[in-house]
């Protein structure tokens, strides 16, 4: 962490992932003295960002959108008008405002990258927001029987269980800012979220996995509290991170953060009728592979499941500063 003068600044950390897990997580992160900097997945082909992905011919905006109303520090009703997804009307149903309004943005300032920039501002995001790349990529899964699923949207929906994924193009160029925040960073943090469709396009960039392997930043994995159906049934924590060093083949991380709280039986019977269980701590082989492991209750439950923002924030600030001062 660089001074300046007198003026030490915050810890830089940079956050890389995409889905509902990044977003929840950056809500409690932004309320601590850090200097974030959000990596957001440009792989999404479903639903609203598919439409204008096609029609607009733009990376896709859901991800993006969702990273920068965790950050914005806006009214609530704001934030709500960035969510809200239309439900009628010829064209319009199904899209979100902030989506819209990011494909505007685009087309008014010429380029994705610039429109996440000018939005940053205008919504007093507190951090940075960066895609993984200036263009949208394609996501593949080769699944264990063979078979290749073309799409981000389609490869859970196949029920098969996932030997590998794969961008195309193979060699995206990421936003050279995305490289150099890493470069720059004190601490990385992956996760949580859909781990073959949020998380591993990011570090299947070439360049930003290979940035993340050189760094000597602090290097966290925040782990999913339940199994998601048709990417990661019956997987372990182990599972995760194995699923990940056998895509960028590199022992990436420092830290492993997870959830040993009891779920309630009820709230487990609920996700259980979508084939969703919970993620279990394999503690003895997470401790024979050298990672350092935080445990602790970081669940909530109101009408899903979510991580406590709060408590999570806390102890990747506590692990952000303690392995500051030892470098000191």
């Not at 934030?79 to 997804?85: A, E, G, Q, T």
């Not at 000018?118 to 078979?147: I, K, N, Q, W, Y």
């Not at 929906?157 to 800012?177: C, D, N, S, Y």
Request: glycine fraction near 10%; charged fraction near 20%.
């Amino acid at each position: 962490m660089k001074e300046t003068g007198s003026q030490r600044e915050r810890p830089r950390i940079v956050v890389m992932g995409g889905g509902t897990g990044l977003s929840v997580m950056l809500r409690g992160l932004k309320q601590k003295p850090l200097d974030i900097t959000a990596i957001v997945t440009v792989a999404d082909d479903g639903g609203s960002s598919g439409i204008l992905r096609s029609e607009l011919q733009m990376p896709p905006p859901g991800d993006i959108r969702n990273v920068l109303t965790a950050l914005a520090d806006v009214e609530p009703v704001m934030s709500d008008m960035l969510k809200y997804r239309f439900g009628a009307g010829s064209g319009l149903s199904g899209h979100s405002l902030g989506n819209l309004i990011l494909a505007a943005m685009t087309d008014i300032s010429g380029d994705f990258v610039t429109a996440v920039r000018e939005l940053s501002r205008v919504f007093a995001v507190r951090g940075r927001v960066l895609p993984a790349a200036e263009e949208g990529v394609v996501l593949s899964a080769e699944m264990e029987d063979g078979t290749v699923i073309t799409g981000e949207s389609k490869i859970p929906e196949a029920g098969q269980r996932i030997k590998r994924v794969f961008l195309e193009p193979t060699h995206v160029e990421p936003l050279p800012e995305a490289v150099e925040a890493i470069n720059e960073a004190d601490a990385i943090l992956i996760g949580p979220g859909s781990l073959y469709t949020s998380i591993l396009p990011n570090l299947l960039v070439p360049k930003l996995a290979e940035a993340v392997v050189k760094s000597d930043a602090i290097k966290i994995f925040v782990c999913n509290v339940m199994t998601q159906p048709g990417e990661t049934d019956g997987y372990t924590v182990g599972d995760h991170l194995q699923a990940i060093f056998d895509h960028v083949g590199h022992h990436l991380f420092d830290y492993v953060i997870v959830n040993n709280g009891e779920i309630p039986p009820q709230v487990q019977e609920m996700y259980a009728e979508q084939g969703a269980k919970p993620v279990q701590v394999d503690m003895g082989e997470l401790n024979d592979r050298g990672y350092k492991v935080v445990a602790d209750t970081l669940v909530l439950f109101r009408t899903y499941l979510r991580h406590d923002a709060d408590k999570l924030s806390q102890h990747i600030y506590q692990l952000v500063q303690n392995w500051i001062l030892r470098r000191r």
